[in-house]
Structure formats: C-alpha cells, structure tokens
C-alpha cells in the first residue's frame, strides 16, 4: 500500500513562512490534497489537486508537488495557522492520509 | 450551505455493532460520492470506507474490509456505515466527508461522531 511520510512537527515564528512536506514513491504522479485541522475541529480542505484552494482559503495558502515530495506553504504565518495539517492521495482503491504535521507558531 | 452531520456514535461493547448515519443538505445529494475517515484519540486521519455517487463503487480500509458496510440511501440525503464485530481499535471520532467532483479530495466534512468501544 501507498506510504506517506510527514515530520512530526515545523516550527515557525509569527510572519515567517513554515514550509510542510509529504513525501510519496513518485509524489509527482499524484493529486495530492492538504486539509487544516485545528484542536477539537473537522479538517478544512485547504489546498487540492497539488495547488488550487477552495473559495476562503487566502492566497498565502498554497501547494507544489515535484519529484517524490508535495509541499505545502504556508506564507505570512499568523497564530491562527497554528494546526494539524495533513496530505492525502487516493492510490488504487485506498484513500491514504500522511501521519500529520504539527505547525506551531513560535 | 452544504452540510453534513453524522449521528448514532456511543459506548459498545468489544463484538457489538453500531450503526453510523450522515444526512446532507444544501447541495444535490446524489451527485457526489463520500467517504467515512476516522480519527482515534490522539491519532492522525485514517480513511475508512467511500461510496459513489454514481457508478456503485465501494472501497473499505483493510482494518474494517469484511466487519464495516457502507450504504447510501439518496432519497434522504443520507450515507451510513454499519459497524460489526467492533474492537477497541475502531474507538475514535467518525466524520463524514464529501468528495469533490472530478477530484480524490473531501472539501465538505461533518462534525463527527463519537464512537467508544469497551473492552
């Protein structure tokens, strides 16, 4: 089955940009999809099919995929970026999520 | 305002079954295809079953093939997840979640649904 690997955590000072990685086999050949998901709260798509972003999601919001790593940036950081984010990919019948990513806001 | 909202989460005992209901409103049901992800105290996401919208496709996460079933009933606007033979290992919040259409990605999520298996 499809593996996705996520550091742990990313640490970022307050308008500093914090940059979340998803590495996959040949990440390049997928649709990769990011969601925020903050304490006690559903995920939020912010970010599919490797760089568009849903209506309400801010442009310092966005996301790349090269190679066999996704990234997804996170520009201007603000308190409120402080979250859970996950990558995901569909591979052969299995939807498959990262293990998460913590960014925390210095 | 599309919107889901899942019900019929409790505390069961390791073996029983439960059965999980989501109903949808503002948007035109049985266009779109969901899938139920599950998140266990603590843990990240974990993908558990998805259901077409139109061509009657089911897929099921290895840990619940063959003890969860996934039906939809558009008529109410609303998707379930049977649960059977549960195990403490399936304790954790079940969400809903809408597929985007002509991508794999979930851009409407429901609030979830507790469900607790006791041992």
């Known amino acids: 089955s499809y593996v996705l690997t996520q550091l742990p955590s990313v640490s970022v000072a307050p308008g500093q940009t914090a940059r979340i990685t998803c590495d996959g086999n040949?990440?390049?050949?997928?649709?990769v999809h990011w969601y925020q998901q903050r304490p006690g709260r559903a995920p939020v798509l912010v970010v599919y099919?490797?760089?568009d972003r849903p209506s309400g999601i801010p442009e310092r919001i966005s996301g790349s995929n090269s190679g066999n790593t996704a990234t997804l940036t996170i520009s201007g950081v603000e308190a409120g970026d402080e979250a859970d984010y996950y990558c995901?990919?569909?591979?052969?019948?299995?939807?498959?999520f990262g293990p998460g990513t913590k960014v925390i806001v210095l | 305002e599309a919107q889901l909202v899942e019900s019929g989460g409790g505390l069961v005992q390791r073996g029983g079954s439960l059965r999980l209901s989501c109903e949808a409103s503002?948007?035109?049901?049985?266009?779109?295809?969901f899938s139920w992800v599950r998140q266990a105290p603590g843990k990240g996401l974990e993908w558990v079953s998805y259901?077409?919208?139109?061509?009657?496709?089911?897929y099921y996460a290895d840990s619940v093939r063959g003890r969860f079933t996934v039906s939809r009933d558009n008529a109410k606007n609303s998707v379930y997840l049977q649960m059977d033979t549960l195990r403490a290992d399936d304790t954790a919040i079940y969400h809903c979640?809408?597929?985007?259409?002509?991508?794999?990605?979930?851009?409407?999520w429901g609030q979830g649904t507790v469900v607790i298996v006791s041992s």
């Open positions: 979640a809408r597929k985007i259409l002509g991508s794999d990605a979930f851009d409407i």
């Open positions: 503002g948007f035109t049901f049985s266009r779109y295809s």
């Open positions: 259901i077409s919208g139109v061509s009657g496709s089911i």
């Open positions: 040949n990440m390049a050949s997928k649709s």
């Open positions: 099919d490797n760089t």
């Open positions: 995901q990919v569909w591979d052969d019948q299995y939807y498959v």
